[in-house]
Nanobody, 127 residues
Framework: QVQLVESGGGSVQAGGSLTLSCAAS????????MGWFRQAPGKEREGVAT???????SYADSVKGRFTISKDNAKNPLYLQMHVLKPEDTAMYYC?????????????????????WGQGTQVTVSA
């Protein structure tokens, strides 16, 4: 059973930076795709960034050039560096892992009922 726990969220002013981390317990197979998703109040969950097992990354257009997803094979398998944060980045951010789907497809389809998901960490960006 895979359990994912996000950390690193908080409140920052526009233009600031945050780095989110995702700790995992259980077995994360090296073939799994991992990703970050977010959901703002009143909006649907959306893909932010994904990283395939071969290191291929995919980003939502809204975060390209500002966010960087990375992973390692240690206890914290996933990170999201966020720079030049904007008020519209305010949301609950979720770490997730999935098998059998490529990152680009997953980014767009989200598939909230598939794979393993953390409980989320809140990011709030003030103007």
């Amino acid at each position: 059973q895979v359990q994912l726990v996000e950390s690193g969220g908080g409140s920052v002013q526009a233009g600031g930076s945050l780095t989110l981390s995702c700790a995992a317990s259980g077995y994360i197979h090296s073939s799994y795709c991992m990703g970050w998703f977010r959901q703002a109040p009143g909006k649907e969950r959306e893909g932010v960034a994904t990283i395939d097992s071969d290191g291929t990354t995919s980003y939502a257009d809204s975060v390209k050039g500002r966010f960087t997803i990375s992973k390692d094979n240690a206890k914290n398998p996933l990170y999201l560096q966020m720079h030049v944060l904007k008020p519209e980045d305010t949301a609950m951010y979720y770490c997730a892992a999935i098998s059998g789907v490529d990152g680009h497809t997953w980014l767009n389809l989200v598939l909230s009922d598939v794979g393993w998901w953390g409980q989320g960490t809140q990011v709030t960006v003030s103007a």
